[in-house]
């Protein structure tokens, strides 16, 4: 990545370099915006829930940072074969997604493409001090989950055929939640470090944040919460090609207790569409930050581990 970076300004508070959720562009003293794009193919048929997923899950990387979104612009494509009524639902989801979190879809663009994909570029603001990145986890930080992990796992299921949306959805409701209340829970206490857990997994964005900060991590993999649904598919080995890929991402930079079992390890690197947050929390404001989650709308507060002095990256799973 280090040719695609450019010259940076000082207005930059957030660029490329960290892999951070958005990027952060200082325009005043007291304003930055936040920007951030992401797309992706349907993971559920139903038209409108998946433009709702889509938006949640680009709104997401807004709230990881600790911003306010303001403006969302579609991205589209979409083969007119399939029906512009299609096409309508899953703007409409967007559009709906996007107004409950208080910002407005304000243009877009659409290509023709066999595939359909979907998302926003969003952009949000927040006061240049009070940023929240991937890059300040400390050593003896803990971690807190806001969603539970099994999307991926799902998203096969339902896509082979063995499961309906029906059956899962506690799950895709999940996946179409926003993650305002986190936000909103990190901004009262003060977080400095979070990042969304999205297709990377929850340990390969984990380890993103690990590096961006210079730290480690120890995991405590009974701790996180997963979908009843999604262990039942990963028991039959129905794992996404992206739970390998993610594996192999982390190359030598994780030791999995041999007590950890197959199908726990399969969720903790399970490519999640529109995941929850990972929050870093001092341990003096830990009772603090899970009281604030208590009165938001959060699917889980689970705290999964703790942040290490280990080697940049290292991740011990327990
Ligand atoms: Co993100
Ligand atoms: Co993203
Ligand atoms: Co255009």
Known sequence: ??????????????????????????????????????????????????????AANALSDIYAMGGEPKTAMNIVSFWPKLGYDILEQILRGGRDKVEESGANVIGGHTVEDKE????????????PKKIITNSAAEEGDILVLTKPLGMGILATALKGGVVEEEEIMDAIDGARKLNAGGSAAMREIGIKACTDITGFGFLGHLFLMLKASQKGARIQANEVPVWDKAVEFAEIGLVPGGAATNRNFLGENISISSLVSDVTRDMLFDPQTSGGLLICVSRDKLDNLLESLGKQDVLSSAVVGEVTGNSAGFIEVV
């Open 1 to 54: 990545m280090g040719n695609l970076s450019l010259k940076r300004g000082e207005e930059l508070l957030v660029g490329i370099e960290t892999s951070d959720d958005a990027a952060i562009y200082r325009l005043t003293d007291d304003i930055a915006i936040v920007q951030t794009l992401d797309f992706f193919t349907p993971i559920v048929d139903d038209p409108y829930l998946f433009g709702q997923i889509a």
């Open 116 to 127: 359909p994909k979907y998302g926003l570029a969003v952009t949000g603001i927040i006061h």
